[in-house]
């Protein structure tokens, strides 16, 4: 006999620790995937215990179960459709009042609620104390307690939920939230009306349903209005009176009442059910936040964050990347000495090493950068940081909550993009979206380090940073744009969330570090790897040059011209000076063989092609085909540059940064193509996500006609401003 199968679903707040339980329940075996027609992450795993079949699913994390957001339809819809056999609320029990806003909206529909109070371990060392017996007995709920990040209390939720789920149990009407004598009346007036007019049942219970229709539930009313058939002028009508009714009498919008109300009720259960002791009154977070989002000091205080947070990346990231040099460059050297010529030896070197290997020295780099901005997630500052933007925001159109997605662009915009899920309004969204890839992500680091770094050596540090600004100040400029013309609108009202400060778990931190960059490894596994092999190709082939002169005959009649002077020469002195004089007449001739090579090839009538497009901005030929290979990932724009400019022998930063200086580029044009970098069309996985995020082939085209125009522009106004001014000509 197969087991009895359940499906529990875990609802609750964000930032409760329902992933961490989803986690520790499921261990292995989940399976990540979309809830259906929508961007939400759903997450689900099926595991074997007590003789069931449990089919845990992980809901996204809502405040309540109002159709406002994505997330909220999501997990509602869940919930009334698939009807789950048990819903566990994780609750923040260091955070009880704010989490019961959700509990009390799961009582009211008919399902099995059962509580987790996570977060035990938090609650008591705040020395808040909850009178559980109490607390179950009000909400007519089971409560067990849990360390969600210990793994504690996971077996007993598990056993308490089976027995929930077995009991033929009867959700009692008594225990609900109460409403106010006049909102009951509306209430069971509508009660009354569906046993009269609706003749199918009603999808959910009739009380949860008029008390959605009262709330002006636009996904209810339309469910209500179909079933009604030939009397849904006259239930719309009545719909229509009970909201007067209401609103006559509190002069205020029926759902704001409601909510008034529920949030009375709730105050009323804390006072019941928690203890706060004296001693551990003063809420800790609260008196960090006097400083860190004080008026004066907490804008301060956070430049300082984000600069310390760039130092660390390029100071401390130094080190690494020339242990991970030197071994890209051995290795390389190794295989030289050992491989006989040949294409798969050219291929080897050329392409797949000097491409990958390019990248993977920034590995560093990227890995601190994450590290410090998922220590600001965990630890709960990232939550202050849209306080603390939220006038500068307010610029743009847009609330502090917008920074957050924006903040994490500077690590990588895909995650950011991901991240506008948190967004309630769509105008918000798309807004957001549009601006976030002028966040400059760690993938064009590498080109500014080695742009930079190569014509303003000292003060590299200072044009990399203003770099990040004019970024920044466009995407405010861009937003202001948008907001006035195509994204019209107010910006929607919503709660600033402050959870409390956490101390971050070492091994939470490790792992969302390591989420992130395992995106910037896979992509070396694949993007980079192939786009590096390609342009290789390009730059390789065609094989059989017709070259401006005969230069083999000539290197051939230099070498024998230096053994025939060779053995006239006087003394070995002289002997050996000659010498040296004709190897580097061919390393010359060889040089210029190379760069013949390279025009003659794929890539270089490529870029003799969009040459014209690019010169205006003081770009050559081959500083264009490295930009058009950033099109797949920025990262590969290095390894072209060193494809293209580096003649012969290593292929390492050193070797480029020579070859830069006498390729003709100056700093003014340097600057030109670092603006034209930060700005152009993001990378290709950067306008899948816009795609996905946005569902919208017409703002992903915006988007990448936008940034690539105005790529162009600013780069044109650098440099022929620039020559105008006689700067760096
Ligand atoms: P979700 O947004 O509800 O999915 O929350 P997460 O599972 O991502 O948890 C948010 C943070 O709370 C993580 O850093 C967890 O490690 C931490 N966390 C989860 N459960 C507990 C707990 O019981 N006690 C403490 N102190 N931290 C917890
Ligand atoms: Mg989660």
Redesign the pocket.
Known sequence: MSPRTLTIALA????????????NLTGAHQKVGNWSGVTVEKKEGVINRHGYELKII?LP?TYSLTPFSIEEIVARNFILEEHPDVVID?IDASNLERSLYLATQLREIDCKVLFAL?????AQSRGIKIHTETLSDLLDVPIVF?????N?GMDALLKKAIELAEKTHHIPEGRKVRYSQDIEFAISRLQDLFQKSISGALPYNDRWTAIKLIEDDKIVREQVLILAGDSRQMVQDEIQVARRYIMDRFDDDPEIIMTDERYGFIAGIVKETVTTSARQRVDISRNIDRVLTNRFLGFPIFVFFIWAMFQLTFTVGEIPKAWIQSAVSGLSSVLDLHLSDSLFKDLLLNGVIAGVGSVVVFLPNILILFFCISLFE?TGYMARTAFLMDKIMHMIGLHGKSFIPMLMGFGCNVPAIMATRTLESEKDRILTILITPFMSCSARLPIYIVIAGTFFAGRAGTVIFSLYLVGIVLSIVTGRMLRSTLLKGLDAPFVMELPPY?V??AK?VMIHMWERSKMFLKKMGNIILIGSVIIWALSAFPRNISYSNDFAREIQQLQQKGAQDGQAAADDTARMSLEKETAASIEAIKRIMKAEKIENSYMGRMGKMIEPVFSPLGIDWRGSVALLSGFVAKEIVVSTMGILYVAEGDKDAEALRTALLSSGMTPLSAISMLVFVLLYLPCLATMAAIRRELRSWKWLLFSIGYSTSLAWVMAFLVFQGGKLLHLGV
């Open positions: 609750g707040n964000p930032n409760s620790g329902k992933t961490t339980i989803f986690n992980d994390g994780i996570n977060m035990a371990d938090m849990t360390v969600g990040n210990k504690e965990d956490r971050p778990m939470s």
